[in-house]
């Protein structure tokens, strides 16, 4: 059974740009969930996708959006990159998720680099 | 929101026992989740805790106590590969969000 996978494993983008990094999930999971992860704050919650629609989301602002397709693919976008946004960012698919979610399991994760 | 503490760092002997404790303040709790994570690498679940009580799973156990705010994880026959940082997550219901919000972490290292 493959893992999570996602794609880019690094990026390096420019001030201002926008980005669109990818997840797929292990086959059957229909629970992808987005963080972010810095030395300075840990690891941040961003947002939760099930079923194509996003059903939890986190404290971060509008530039950082996202979506989920029928296959359970997952793609999350950042809008006017800012140095900032400098991170591992990861995801994780779960069976349920949500509420009910126990175990999650996460990608590689992509290291992308603000400049 | 939330608050979570975990030491930053811990060390100990391979083969012993240790506990890596974690507390936290939340208004809607509905979960608190262990991970190791290796440096370089993604999380990986190790236990998942909703009631009260002990949950154990092999060399590892989690313990949890809703009205204290508090859990611990706790590692037996510690190996060196064991080495990695421990990160307790509470989810909580904010807003009409199920939110998993992550503690730091705490580094143990392992040393024969």
């Known amino acids: 059974k493959a893992g999570v996978t996602q794609t880019p494993r690094y990026l390096i983008k420019t001030r201002g740009q926008q980005v669109t990094l990818s997840c797929s999930p292990i086959s059957g999971h229909r629970s992808v969930s987005w963080y972010q992860q810095t030395p300075g704050q840990g690891l941040q919650f961003l947002f939760e996708?099930?079923?194509?629609?996003?059903?939890n989301k986190g404290n971060f602002p509008g530039r950082f959006s996202g979506r989920q397709f029928s296959n359970s693919r997952s793609e999350m976008n950042v809008s006017t990159l800012e140095l900032g946004d400098s991170a591992l960012y990861l995801c994780a698919s779960s069976l349920v998720g949500g509420q009910g979610g126990t175990e999650a399991f996460f990608g590689q994760g992509t290291r992308l680099t603000v400049v | 929101g939330q608050n979570i503490d975990q030491p930053t760092e811990m060390t100990a002997t391979e083969g012993a026992i240790v506990q890596i404790n974690c507390t936290y303040q939340t208004s809607g709790f509905n979960g608190l989740f262990w991970y190791q994570q290796h440096a370089g690498e993604a999380p990986t679940f190790l236990s998942y805790?909703?009631?009260?009580g002990l949950e154990e799973k092999g060399r590892f156990s989690s313990f949890l106590s809703r009205s204290k705010g508090y859990s611990y994880l706790l590692l037996k026959e510690l190996q060196m590969k064991d080495s990695a940082s421990y990160l307790c997550?509470?989810?909580?219901?904010?807003?009409?969000?199920?939110?998993?919000?992550f503690g730091r972490g705490t580094s143990l290292i392992v040393h024969p």
């Open positions: 996708y099930f079923s194509e629609t996003q059903r």
């Open positions: 997550a509470v989810r909580d219901m904010t807003g009409g969000s199920y939110i998993p919000t």
């Open positions: 805790n909703v009631l009260d």
